[in-house]
């Protein structure tokens, strides 16, 4: 969804996008436009498959299965990543956040969120902000819980990001995330390198060990980390469906029938590692000492 916060950050996070792999060719529907990866185009299209103001899968059930029996009930929330503006919404409108600072890197997605934020009269509750690349821009001790929906994945220093996260936490604050990892730590397979290239983003994918390492050496405690590999097996196959049907139908008027036909060949590849279990959609959740 960025080597966001990293590029040294670059990206600080957004819906489905990543860090290491390759890129497309230049040519490509699925190449940056105006130097940003979530550009309006993209935008539309991952809105038509999964709702608006969404950039990853599940919508407002997954933050829902995500958050848990987390109480965040007038709690403060950094969510990084904060993408299209749904995911924020959700977590004020459904989750009874009290106030939730959502950071992103690119100007147009954020443009969409604050537009959405703006007509659901939610301003005074969900602030907005673009980050540049490097630490969080906030002082230790911020905030209560540190929220992400899978948009870490484009930060390849998962130990530097932790320390990060660790620091703008309150004493007992949560990290509440999900994240697209792969499922070792050797080199992605060749099917695996195929998918990733065809993304045309930049990944900066980890394994769950280390996850669990980068969170342990951070200082988190109660450190979980559960697969959703199982789950998203299943939603990308309807994903597909949808895609190749009146979705996909109904997208190419707006986006283009080429940028349909790519993404559909993107699910394509997806499909065969979502099975083999090499890529691993996975919940993350841990707690900083209080």
């Known amino acids: 969804m960025f080597a966001r916060l990293q ?7 957004l819906c489905h996008r990543q860090r290491i792999m390759g890129r497309m060719d230049r040519g490509s529907a699925m190449a940056t436009q105006g130097g940003e990866h979530y550009h309006a185009r993209m935008i539309d299209m991952l809105q038509a498959i999964w709702g608006e103001g969404f950039l990853s899968p599940g919508g407002t059930e997954e933050v829902g299965r995500l958050v848990g029996d987390a109480d965040l009930g007038g709690r403060s929330i950094l969510d990084i990543g904060c993408g299209a503006g749904g995911i924020d919404i959700a977590l004020v409108r459904n989750h009874g956040a009290g106030y939730v600072t959502g950071i992103d890197v690119e100007d147009t997605v954020l443009a969409c969120a604050r537009a959405l934020v ?38 390849a220093d998962k130990h530097a990001l932790m320390r990060e996260v660790f620091r703008v936490l309150k004493p007992g604050g949560r990290f509440i995330a999900s994240d697209w990892l792969i499922g070792h730590d050797g080199a992605p397979s060749p099917a695996m390198a195929a998918y990733i290239a065809a993304e045309g983003l930049d ?20 450190v979980s980390v559960t697969s959703r590999n199982a789950w998203y097996r299943n939603q990308a196959r309807v994903e597909l469906a949808r895609l190749r049907g009146p ?21 394509e590849r997806m499909i065969p590692v979502l099975d083999s279990g090499e890529h691993c959609p996975t919940h993350l959740r841990a707690s900083k000492p209080a």
């Open 7 to 13: 590029r040294a950050g670059r990206r600080v996070a």
């Open 118 to 155: 703006a007509r659901e009269s939610l301003g005074a509750r969900i602030g907005l902000l673009k980050v540049a690349a490097g630490p969080l821009p906030f002082p230790p001790g911020t905030f209560d819980v540190v929220f992400s929906k899978d948009s870490i994945v484009h930060i």
């Open 203 to 222: 990944f900066g994918m980890a394994s769950p060990r280390r996850y669990e390492d980068a969170l342990r050496g951070a200082g988190f405690v109660e």
């Open 247 to 267: 979705v996909g139908a109904a997208a190419a008027r707006t986006v283009g029938q080429e940028f349909v036909d790519e993404n559909i060949a993107i699910w």
